[in-house]
């Protein structure tokens, strides 16, 4: 039983969970339930995905390599405040070893930065970077809308309205079709947020 909804990781709210569950958000064991499910499935999303799907902060450091150019381990940018300290000595500590904005081209879909008049100089571990990056739940409808799906299948086997994995079964001549673990429509959205970044 879930004590509360992960909040860096949920791709539902509460009410919109129970709303499509048609749960009532006045009881404390529908909540409890709502929650489990909505921690379920945005966990097996980023698992199936391998990224963490929702918009975070993030601090990182990178090895510098003497170019213009750097693309982040997270994508698509979610704002465009960026900050970024290029320090031999790995202190960043002193503001003039920022890059002000003005001196950097974001490209937001896939995460790249390229320095106008600078370079992400050699070192180990040089750069540090504290950015945002994942999908907001407000603009990602098609994967809202995966979440949800997935949210009624799990809660639909959890209630017992359908066996697990069962799509169609015919009596007679008994023939059985299972559904893989997803179904095909919510892991076709998630194979898009799996390829990778639009360069």
Do not use: C
């Not at 213009?68 to 465009?80: A, D, F, H, M, V």
Request: aromatic share 10%; proline share 2%; hydrophobic share 30%.
């Amino acid at each position: 039983m879930a004590t509360g909804t992960d909040t860096d990781n949920a791709l539902l709210a509460l009410t919109d969970a129970s709303a499509y569950l048609g749960l009532s958000t006045a009881s404390t064991s529908d909540n409890d339930d709502a929650r489990d499910l909505i921690n379920e499935v945005s966990w097996r999303f980023n698992a199936e995905t391998g990224r963490l799907l929702k918009s975070r902060s993030y601090t990182e450091y990178y090895d510098g390599d003497g170019s213009q150019e750097l693309y982040l381990k997270n994508w698509p940018l979610s704002s465009t405040t960026i900050t970024i300290t290029i320090d031999e000595n790995r202190a960043f500590t002193d503001t003039d070893d920022v890059v002000t904005s003005t001196d950097v081209m974001l490209t937001t879909e896939s995460g790249r930065i390229r320095l106008d008049d600078d370079n992400f100089e050699s070192g180990q571990k040089n750069v540090k970077i504290e950015y945002s990056a994942g999908y907001s739940t407000s603009d990602s409808f098609d994967l809202t809308h995966a979440a949800k799906e997935f949210l009624l299948v799990l809660y639909n086997r959890q209630t017992a309205k359908e066996p697990v994995n069962m799509r169609t079964e015919a009596y007679e001549g008994i023939s059985r079709t299972f559904e893989p673990e997803f179904p095909w429509s919510v892991m076709k959205i998630l194979n898009l947020y799996r390829e990778g970044r639009a360069y």
